[in-house]
């Protein structure tokens, strides 16, 4: 069984369908791209998925249960972590502050200690900074703060958006490795992201969505050599 399935999903903002009735599937341990230009649908699907907006159609099951109706902060602690576009931290809260939010849902401290250990690790920049305030850490800083706020849910799944975005071409490959590295410690990851390059040569599976509508899925690294997908995405 899948760990998440959307089926037929519709989504509105007002009269204008978003999201044209797209089904996709991801199942555990795996790392799924989802690719398009800009306006294609991938963020509203995110959003979607993670409870931030409300389909006008469709189902959505995670680990078998249609989280449809299900609020935002139950579906983080039902193992769903969402690192949203732009980062979105907590500017005036410190580095340290920003990632115990990111563990608001779990009670148990000693493991949540070790969660913060963990991600340490994974980010050694934030263990560095974590008396700074996130509002004066570095774009690719914010982005690590947002990833590893994240993951301080301890979760099954993480849905990530454009964890590239604006930043140096070192930073980005920072970024994947880190992403990498979350897939290899067990978490599937559901990725969004412009730099379709990239996003293929780490995922197992990919899924194009063009105006709302899955327009092509298929094997990622068979993706790469698609003589359509290379014109389109990958500036081939």
């Known amino acids: 069984m899948a760990m998440l399935e959307v089926k037929n999903l519709e989504v509105h903002y007002g009269v204008i369908q978003a999201i044209k009735g797209i089904s996709f599937e991801v199942n555990e341990g795996e790392v799924i791209a989802l690719i398009g230009a800009n306006g294609a649908g991938k963020t509203t699907t995110l959003q979607t998925i993670t409870g931030m907006l409300k389909p006008s159609a469709g189902e959505i099951l995670f680990g078998g249960q249609d989280i449809v109706k299900v609020p935002g902060h139950k579906i983080v602690s039902m193992g769903m972590a969402h690192v949203p576009e732009g980062r979105r931290v907590f500017a005036e809260l410190s580095v340290y502050e920003n990632l115990k939010l990111g563990a608001y849902t779990r009670k148990d401290k000693a493991e949540i200690a070790e969660s913060l250990a963990r991600v340490y690790k994974s980010f050694p920049r934030l263990e560095e900074r974590k008396n700074q305030l996130a509002g ?3 774009g690719g800083e914010q982005q ?3 990833m590893g706020r994240a993951l301080m849910s301890r979760p099954k799944i993480i849905l990530m958006d454009e964890p590239s975005m604006g930043l140096s071409p070192i930073l980005v490959e920072e970024i994947f490795n880190i992403i990498r590295e979350i897939s290899a410690g067990g978490t599937t990851v ?12 780490i995922a197992d599976r990919a899924y194009v969505l063009e105006t709302g509508r899955i327009a092509l899925s298929g094997d990622a690294k068979e993706m790469m050599n698609n ?3 290379k014109k389109a995405y990958l500036g081939e």
């Open 227 to 229: 003589d359509s997908i």
């Open 144 to 146: 690590m703060l947002a």
């Open 190 to 201: 559901l990725l969004v992201e412009q730099n379709a390059k990239k996003a293929l040569a």
């Open 136 to 138: 004066t850490l570095s």
